[in-house]
């Protein structure tokens, strides 16, 4: 048996390492003797699960995962709905902004939850993201314009940027190391089968009631998870990294975050402008909002080179292993979402389905995928086999489905679509999970919040980029080839408007207008999917430089004495008090 006890130093450390690539060393106060059996193994605090009983951990993981599964249902329900939405209001050039501003809500805040876990608490957080995202999707049902929809889509996206990562963090803080990734399959699972519900229940709920219903019926789930975590959730013994909410807001970069979602966000609206309101390169508003884009990225990267605490860290890109973490799980976020995102658009406007079956194959295939890659990957890693290239090989699916998406034929049968699909979301779910463990298994307990963040804060930052880039290239393709097939067509110019404002006003097309229109729209999805191969083969290179950590090793180091210090290194460090484990071997 062995007692354990965890103190921290009197006052935070600006030079405490999240990276135990470097050694401990002992100071003039005193001396530390590390008993371990990996010098290099993070500091972790005990997993909460043994200290709770079994029915109360039970309860907590359906409450926590609750949420995972109302994020993954509005996931597939929305890419679904969105082409019925934008033609509902005749706004079908907005319809892409559905996705992408959601997305840009949940980057912008992810940082905040962070400070929120540190301060306040992993039940604060959760419950204000519940609200956030609850309120959100209220004013979503409620919406009498598709402006007002956006307005209430971002909102939502405040709660959505902190339902995912603070569900991850509660799952670490439970369970051991070693089964994180058991858990991240269970959970998974349960993200799955939002996943396969929300295009079909979704698409059902707007063919038969209106696409409102399809938001009413995410509200029990999402106050549900919030009575839960209220009630339920116990609070890990981590001292906190900041002394009060106060210092953890003023903490924050908050010019580096300005700039980072200012710049993504002139881009969205500068590629917009172009391919929705067809402005030519050279209109005043384009080239403006690209050259803001540009400048806000440049005043980024120097707000971050200079500040005390980065939202992005710059550093760390220095250490291969964490730089190929976050960039794969960047890249990755493009290119699944850029694929996934036209998906529907091609069964609604292509094969001509019903919105539920539009929302079928990609919930379905989504829903398995990500339930069996996932718990493939968990009982992979918990079984102790060696997982070095378990992440690369994951990623060949998404590049090969990708490009076979790119040839796509109305013609095909249906299960040629699934055989397309699936092999897909299986090897971006089992990346995933890689990816997450190679995290996890690299930071102290106390840093999992603000790693954790960050990791969440480029997937999200790439989603954002992989929906809006991928609906500008789309609409950009779809203007091009129509004004090439429809050149000497009297009226062209009012014809395409209409086309890229409602994919019904193809339907009102004569039957070869009709077959050319369907022709470029073709084309231009391809486009779009050859643009996500090769994204993901930007992600495939990166994921080579991931480190496979050993996680079955003793998971917290015990270190006798208070004199010992950290010596400095490691990504994350500013602002971090060390821990100090003390261990009684009996």
């Known amino acids: 048996m062995s007692a354990i006890v965890i103190t921290t130093a009197p006052y935070p450390s600006e030079r405490t390492a999240l990276l135990r690539s470097h050694s401990y060393s002992s100071s003039d106060s005193g001396r530390s003797d590390i008993s371990t059996d990996s010098p290099n193994q993070p500091v972790r605090s005990a997993p909460l699960k043994d200290s709770i009983s079994l029915s109360r951990f039970v309860i907590v993981c359906i409450g926590v995962w609750s949420a995972n599964f109302v994020f993954a249902?509005?996931?597939?329900?929305?890419?679904?709905l969105a082409p019925e939405i934008g033609s509902w209001f005749e706004h079908g050039e907005l319809s892409a902004y559905l996705g992408s501003m959601f997305t840009l809500a949940n980057?912008?805040?992810?940082?905040?939850?962070?400070?929120?876990?540190?301060?306040?608490?992993?039940?604060?957080?959760?419950?204000?993201?519940?609200?956030?995202?609850?309120?959100?999707?209220?004013?979503?049902?409620?919406?009498?314009?598709?402006?007002?929809?956006?307005?209430?889509?971002?909102?939502?996206?405040?709660?959505?940027?902190?339902?995912?990562?603070?569900?991850?963090v509660i799952v670490t803080d439970l369970v051991p190391l070693r089964?994180?990734?058991?858990?991240?399959?269970?959970?998974?699972?349960?993200?799955?089968?939002?996943?396969?519900?929300?295009?079909?229940?979704?698409?059902?709920?707007?063919?038969r009631f209106g696409w409102h219903w399809s938001f009413w019926i995410q509200l029990p789930v999402i106050v549900f998870c919030g009575v839960i975590v209220s009630?339920?959730?116990?609070?890990?013994?981590?001292?906190?990294?900041?002394?009060?909410?106060?210092?953890?807001?003023?903490?924050?970069?908050?010019?580096?975050?300005?700039?980072?979602?200012?710049?993504?966000?002139?881009?969205?609206?500068?590629?917009?402008?172009?391919?929705?309101?067809?402005?030519?390169?050279?209109?005043?508003?384009?080239w403006g909002m690209l050259l803001a884009s540009v400048l806000s990225a440049a005043a980024f990267v120097l707000v971050e080179m200079k500040v005390k605490r980065p939202l992005v860290p710059l550093r760390v890109f220095k250490s291969n292993h964490i730089s190929a973490v976050m960039l794969s799980g960047f890249f990755l976020s493009v290119s699944n979402q850029a694929f996934m995102y036209q998906i529907p658009v091609y069964f609604a406007v292509i094969v001509n389905t019903s919105t539920a079956q539009a929302g079928l194959i990609i919930s379905l295939c989504g829903g398995l995928g990500l339930a069996l890659g996932s718990l493939i990957a968990g009982q992979y890693i918990r079984s102790g086999y060696p997982w070095r290239w378990l992440g690369p090989i994951s990623l060949v699916p998404p590049v090969v489905g990708a490009l076979v998406a790119a040839t796509w034929k109305p013609i095909l049968p249906w299960w040629s679509y699934y055989m397309t699909v699936f092999p897909c979301i299986l090897g971006y779910s089992t990346f995933l999970c890689v990816q997450l463990i190679a995290l996890v298994s690299s930071v102290d307990s106390?840093?999992?919040?603000?790693?954790?963040?960050?990791?969440?804060?480029?997937?999200?930052?790439?989603?954002?980029?992989?929906?809006?880039?991928?609906?500008?290239?789309?609409?950009?393709?779809?203007?091009?080839?129509?004004k090439i097939l429809f050149?000497?067509?009297?009226?062209?110019?009012?014809?395409?408007?209409?086309?890229?404002?409602?994919?019904?006003?193809?339907?009102?097309?004569?039957?070869?207008?009709?077959?050319?229109?369907?022709?470029?729209?073709?084309?231009?999805?391809?486009?779009?999917?050859?643009?996500?191969?090769?994204?993901?083969?930007?992600?495939?290179?990166?994921?080579?430089?991931?480190?496979?950590?050993?996680?079955?090793?003793?998971?917290?180091?015990?270190?006798?004495?208070?004199?010992?210090?950290?010596?400095?290194?490691?990504?994350?460090?500013?602002?971090?008090?060390?821990?100090?484990?003390?261990?009684?071997?009996?």
């Open 179 to 207: 089964d994180r990734g058991y858990y991240q399959g269970l959970m998974m699972t349960i993200f799955g089968s939002g996943s396969m519900l929300g295009g079909p229940v979704g698409g059902w709920l707007t063919d």
């Open 487 to 586: 050149e000497g067509l009297e009226a062209r110019d009012q014809i395409i408007n209409s086309i890229l404002h409602s994919k019904a006003a193809i339907r009102l097309l004569t039957p070869r207008l009709q077959s050319l229109a369907l022709s470029a729209y073709a084309r231009s999805l391809s486009t779009v999917w050859l643009f996500s191969a090769g994204i993901a083969v930007l992600t495939v290179v990166s994921s080579v430089f991931i480190e496979a950590k050993e996680v079955h090793k003793e998971e917290r180091r015990v270190i006798k004495g208070t004199g010992g210090g950290i010596s400095e290194g490691g990504p994350f460090a500013e602002g971090i008090g060390p821990a100090t484990i003390e261990g009684e071997r009996q």
């Open 231 to 286: 009630a339920f959730l116990p609070t890990p013994h981590i001292p906190p990294t900041h002394r009060s909410l106060f210092s953890g807001l003023a903490s924050l970069d908050w010019l580096g975050t300005a700039l980072l979602i200012g710049s993504v966000t002139t881009l969205i609206f500068g590629f917009s402008f172009h391919t929705s309101y067809l402005e030519p390169w050279s209109s005043p508003t384009v």
């Open 107 to 168: 980057t912008a805040v992810i940082p905040l939850y962070g400070v929120f876990m540190e301060t306040l608490g992993r039940k604060f957080a959760m419950v204000t993201a519940c609200l956030f995202f609850g309120a959100g999707t209220i004013m979503c049902a409620s919406a009498g314009n598709m402006y007002a929809l956006i307005g209430a889509r971002t909102f939502a996206g405040l709660g959505g940027g902190g339902l995912l990562t603070v569900s991850s």
């Open 73 to 80: 249902f509005q996931s597939t329900a929305i890419p679904t």
């Open 446 to 482: 106390k840093l999992m919040p603000k790693a954790t963040a960050l990791l969440y804060t480029t997937r999200s930052l790439g989603a954002t980029l992989g929906v809006s880039v991928g609906g500008s290239i789309q609409l950009g393709a779809l203007a091009s080839q129509l």
